[in-house]
């Protein structure tokens, strides 16, 4: 085993200042430790204490990156759910983040998504609707959702 690059009292200042930056999952901090050669009991008590003393918060990062990821990026809730999981984020915090995020509001941002993409008409072919419903499928929104919408979408036109 590597003698770790940092103390633990150094490791502890750096992730501090590494989750005072911006909001990180205990997975994101794991994973930096282990860049610096930290791993084991000095790792877990570093995650530990950042956690008590509230540096770290799997819930409030949940709904920092979820707010994020939808509202500047426009990413469905399937895609949201996909990488917070990847971030060892439990899937509790995954449902509580989608608090974040209105039923109205995620609608009328898949609406615009399917405007921008489609222009003032939805295809009509086969080939074309399947690419339109790839594009969106790919940003993380629901088949259901997205098959519903473009049904809704065609009636207005």
Not at 127 to 147: N, P
Request: charged share 35%; aromatic share 8%; glycine share 6%.
């Amino acid at each position: 085993m590597t003698n770790p690059l940092y103390t633990v009292t150094d490791a502890l200042e750096k992730m501090k200042k590494y989750c005072a930056f911006q909001e990180r999952s205990s997975y994101e901090v794991k994973l930096k430790l282990m860049q610096h050669a930290m791993r084991g009991e000095e790792a877990e008590f570093v995650i530990a204490t950042l956690i008590s003393e509230g540096y770290l918060n799997e819930e409030r990062f949940a709904r920092s990156f979820t707010r994020g990821k939808f509202r500047m990026n426009h990413w469905g809730k399937a895609k949201i759910e996909a990488e917070l999981r990847g971030r060892g984020v439990s899937k509790q915090n995954i449902q509580k983040s989608f608090e974040e995020i209105s039923d109205e509001e995620y609608e009328e941002t898949l609406r615009k998504i399917i405007r921008k993409t489609a222009g003032s008409k939805i295809p009509s072919d086969r080939k074309g609707r399947q690419s339109l419903i790839r594009k969106l499928m790919q940003k993380g929104y629901e088949a259901s959702l997205v098959f519903r919408m473009l049904g809704e979408d065609q009636t207005e036109d």
